[in-house]
């Protein structure tokens, strides 16, 4: 494998453990704990795992020897900057409780437990991956650990390689999912626990306990490098406005962050829009009346960050969307076999009134692609709307509007950007890459504590690396009932934008002034290698939310 | 203006100069030189400046005092990483020749001479922009300075302000407009030198005199960074193909170095494929080949590395825009007026069999934007149609033709992403900040030395900066005559990719393996405070074709 000079240089670099890691460590027990919501019910789905107390870790003066352990470890969902450092860390943990502890990882996510694909990862390899972006060390995958029938398929696997442990690494849905594992394993006294780590770039698997999940620091910064870069080029040319669309479907804190890292001229927030209930008209006017404003002080320029998820916020949008499923469902025979006019005439018909003015205000483009494009299950394909084009396109009719009536004098292009590919497996930055090997060495030590259903929990976050506070959270704690998909589900409550959190009202107080001025920061590529103040800080939510700023 | 902390660390970088520009230097006369080609009409076009001999600065044991100056400094075109250096090293380079003198940065490019707007550039703002990106310093632009009331009209400003040089910053056109300014200045003896500093992230301004142009490094650099991020993801997930689009119209020098940088499995190379005469349908062809390679190796990911430039390097569809331009132009009335569907009709009919032909290869969608969608001069628009799109959708088709007769088993699924913008106002790399740095205060030094029609050349760039030649070029050297726009006229020989170039013959030499293996590199961020093997290196293209590599 040819590597680059900073692949060679950032092999040798040495994750800063949390002083409490750093040798052996006894464990203190908390209360016991509730989960945030819907306590019985929980506890009805959980009776071998609800309950269980907060674990800190501390310096241990008297230790004992430790014992071989044989430890699995899957990588699940999207890719997130730090899973290959999750794994070292571990990898290290478990050989510094006995060196003949071994590792194996499951291939391609999930999948590869169910079906007895799996690799050891031996130092060899370990090292080649040390400090690494990517999760290419075992693969990745969406498949969902659900059913029975997968569990008991993995506990086959799991005995014949003698895994007393297993960790996965992901986001709120995976982390759910290895609880519900947990949980059977120790209904059935398998003998394997289940740990779990916080993984997700979009930032919404945190609460009371998780401070961040990994990833979300590092793709951040590289999507507001990009941003600044632009930023620069636009205050250059003074001739476009630049639409930006930040990948982060069910939550906007990706756009948040960059937003306090660029301070942009215009960032939208899916959650205000939806506590607001906003129509996508008046996310339009918003922004039409910034270039009006920008125009008038002749600026012809400017910077409009979205998240990608805003569709499926604004309230009239979600019924449509929601109607239109229906109505798909319920005449499935009537369609089938019609032609793209007749179909779209069909399914305008069943509209409710409401919902056919709500699709009469979209681009006809955007209207057809959400009736007649569908994903396997039937459903409308979200996703695939470029929000950026749609808003921008949108933006522009109005501003013609308000040229014909004299109150737009300026100019209007627009080009427009998408990021998401390009962050999520970036090299780790320097808090990534000692987040993530923390998580991991401290997951072994959950390991050697015997417990299961637990997620590794690193704090302090804000803190110089080596104050960090190390343990392990019951992931019941985390869970409420949703109803998803017709049932009602045990499931991690997902942390969305707080309108009334403290990066927010940040934000909300300087952004009149980011809107009409040209106040944009410009952070500049990761780096690795200068002073503390600009290698080693966390992301600005982070801080903020600690009220280190 | 609030900076980020890299902002503020960067602001106190001091660029490397070149030892024999670190005190008073001499002038040493080389040859009397000659146009590249069409020497008697170069000579006839520039009686005043032609036939110049290059010149090469050494050190000064025996300096007489310098006198005060007035220069004026503009930017033109597009933005590049590096520009507010030469501005800032111009800066230092008049004050170290008296501390009196004085430089006045013209607004938004050269439309900023000709309207009279200025402002000067005084300590306390070129030291805002040291080792930064962007063109905001004075802002930059298009406007080309080619008549004689535009020169007429610089003249009136330029002596108001006292001003005895000019110094011009930007790509080929723009240095051939200041070799034409300074022919002009000189044969009416206005007594104002002119000055060229070359510019462009396209790579396409060198020859044997000047190595490379700034702002190359660093672009390549930002783009090769995304670019290994999105093929860690790639080589993580194992189920897309990633179709990169990289700016570069002109010339294919971005695309291969990225390749070179990042090794992917494919990099299309315009210049080859217009050499081989090869049609979209064989470029697709074989992108279709890799991909079923790769796909029967149990590989269906990718990266395919994409010119913006490549459609106008087709011969095939170079006539058939040809073509398109001439019918819309000779039959301006009977089009008039006429609807879509009509005007679509019109012109196939009037296309030639063979262009006609060419327009049935291509998807629907782009057949109609290339016979629909003008410019304000009525020419086809080129630069709309989305490259990467267009090519996946065309190698989705072929393999849907080679899955149904059994030669492709694999799966297919493709995704877009387009690099510009992230990439031309990024901070400049040390490199481009060192030469940038240099060639600002180079161009100093030749106005000392009272010459015109001049370019700033810094030489031996593979070598550490402080080991530099420095010297000037003649422009009119650099320049043949060319039939541009239905005239001919003398411009700066553009340099494409040479296929017997060392660049591309090591990346032909190794990219089959790259195609069917996976032999990612992974550059990652621009560093600047870490070892010089990783922040202090020229690009791959300058490494190999000085061979140091």
Redesign the interface.
Known sequence: ???????K??AAYQPKLPIVLTGAVKVVEGKPTQSVADQEKIQQLFPNTYGLPELTFEKNTTPTAGKPINVGVILSGG?APGGHNVICGLFDGIKKIHRDSRLFGFL?GPGGLVDHKYVELTASIIDEYRN?????II??GRTKLETKEQFDSGLVILKELGIKALVIIGGDDSNTNAAVLAEYYKSINAGVQVIGCPKTIDGDLKNECIETSFGFDTATK?YS??I???Q??C????KYW?FIKLMGRSASHIALECAL?T?PNVCIISEEVEAKNLTLDQVVDSIAQTVVARANDGKNFGIVLIPEGLIEFIPAIKKLIKELNNVIALNEKEIQGLATEELEKFILSHLSEENAATIATLPATVARQLMLDRDPHGNVQVSLIETEKLLSEMVGKRLAQLAEQGVFKGKFSA?H?FFG???????PSNFDADYCYALGFNAACLINAGVTGYMSSIRNLVKPSVQWLAGGIPITMMMNIEHRNGADKPVIQKALVRLDGAPFKYFAAHRDEWALNT?Y???????????A??CD?PSRTLALEHQTL
């Open positions: 494998m040819k590597k680059s000079p900073l692949q240089a950032r890719q391609m690494t972006g990517g999760f290419d693969g990745s590289v490098e990009v600044g870069n632009i620069r080029d205050n250059s040319a003074k630049h890292q301070q080009l950007h590919y390009e962050g999520r497996c970036a090299d106040c920061v410009y952070p500049g590529p990761i780096q690795y290698f200068g002073p103040e600009i800080q």
